[in-house]
């Protein structure tokens, strides 16, 4: 169909979308409405590990919706019970609430710390967060995050976030007081750029919230389920936070999200946290799907060595046409352009059939499908060093 034949204007416009309409994806391809072909290095914003509509979630889904759809929370239901231990018996962590987007595992988070506080340490609800954080887009998540462009919207803020610096343990020391309950951070800033937390840094932090008594909760909404090439972000430092959220990849491109936690810290008595659709049988089964592949022999170190390939292509892209450096662990990586072209360069990308993702004008940050190919990532970078050498020239 013709673009101008969509009915657009039904939709409350929110941002900014090129003037296409996607049909139909398969592994790291999809397609629009005009039948062009575009290769997906952005994958619904590092959703879908195992790329568009992988059989194996297509066929649980479809079996799943045949069986059960949803019974309602206030029952139990095998998807999700079976999707809770696979997350418990492969992690450091006791329990799982399952919610239906990053945002709202991140509220439950949030909660959860407050409830503890009041129970543990004397009605104490700061959470210190960090500039630059994404948390999400409800209110408790926007004051949560440390986003320039949140500052000034949807005032009043939701209290009880003071902003520390990443990876300056000092600076976290200094907001400590007695209304502190917990220190909330992501192992690598995504949508800030792809700023690590250094491995030094989050094990100093383990050791000062343990000291102080505080909780450490690790939002591994973006870094979570593989995506850095352990199956959690936060064990490329051998810590252990007493709670983790996830998201994004969870579902493989369902919405299914998770705050997750130690034994010790579930505290929410009966009523204080709920909602229609979690755990639902239909998304959790999903989940079970997404966990089997990952956790599956030897699909990590794929991982790992793609994250290797893709990192070393864009190192020598880097080289040859005298941009910044390429940061990020796995198959989470930004290329530092050095200029501000990146708006302009993702345009002309998605023109070339190739769809691109710059957090800030200055940087790409690349989120393939774990399962992504070296051929796909070599026409990846064919197509992105053409594109540097018409825009920046070699
Ligand atoms: C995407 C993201 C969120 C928000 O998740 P939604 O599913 O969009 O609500 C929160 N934290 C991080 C680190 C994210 O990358």
């Not at 919405?255 to 130690?262: E, I, Q, R, S, T």
Request: proline share 5%.
């Amino acid at each position: 169909m013709q673009f101008t034949h969509y009915p657009i204007h039904s939709l409350m416009e929110v941002t900014a979308r090129p003037q296409l309409v996607f049909v139909r994806g398969e592994g790291s391809w999809l397609w629009d409405n005009t039948g062009k072909r575009y290769l997906d290095f952005v994958q619904g914003w590092a959703v879908n590990c195992l790329g568009h509509c992988p059989p194996v979630i297509a066929e649980r889904l479809a079996e799943q919706a045949r069986r059960l759809i949803t019974p309602s929370p206030s029952f139990y239901n095998e998807p999700s019970l079976d999707l809770a231990r696979r997350i418990v018996d492969n992690s450091c962590f006791d329990r799982v609430f399952f919610t239906n987007c990053g945002a709202e595992a991140n509220e439950g988070a949030i909660k959860l710390a407050r409830k503890w506080g009041g129970r543990n340490r004397g009605g104490a609800y700061e959470i210190i967060t960090f500039d630059g954080g994404f948390h999400g887009r409800t209110l408790a998540t926007m004051s949560a995050s440390g986003k320039p462009q949140f500052r000034d919207l949807f005032e009043p803020k939701v209290p009880g976030f003071p902003k520390a610096q990443l990876n300056d343990l000092d600076s976290v020391a200094a907001l400590i007081c007695d209304r502190t309950v917990a220190v909330m951070l992501e192992p690598i800033q995504g949508e800030a750029g792809v700023v690590p937390a250094e491995d030094p840094f989050l094990t100093g932090l383990r050791q000062l919230t343990r000291e102080r008594g505080l909780l450490l909760i690790v939002d591994e909404i973006q870094t979570g389920v593989g995506r850095t090439g352990t199956l959690w972000g936060h064990q490329h430092a051998g810590i252990e936070p007493d709670i983790m959220t996830l998201g994004k990849m969870l579902g493989g491109g369902v919405p299914l999200a998770a705050l997750v936690a130690k034994e010790e810290v579930c505290c929410f008595d009966h009523g204080d946290q709920g909602g229609t659709f979690n755990g639902n049988p239909l998304m959790t089964a999903v989940g079970c799907a997404v966990m089997d592949a990952v956790t599956a022999p030897g699909f990590l170190d794929t991982v790992v060595r793609r994250g290797a390939y893709l990192a070393a292509g864009l190192q020598e892209l880097s080289s040859s046409h005298n941009l910044g450096e390429v940061r990020g662990r796995g198959l989470l990586l930004a290329l530092d352009l050095r200029r501000e072209i990146g708006a302009d360069l993702v345009g002309r990308a998605l023109a070339a059939g190739l769809l691109l993702n710059a957090p800030r004008p200055g940087l790409l940050r690349f989120m393939p499908a774990l399962n992504v190919t070296e051929a796909e990532i070599d026409a990846m970078l064919a197509i992105l060093g053409t594109l540097l050498r018409e825009m920046v020239g070699e």
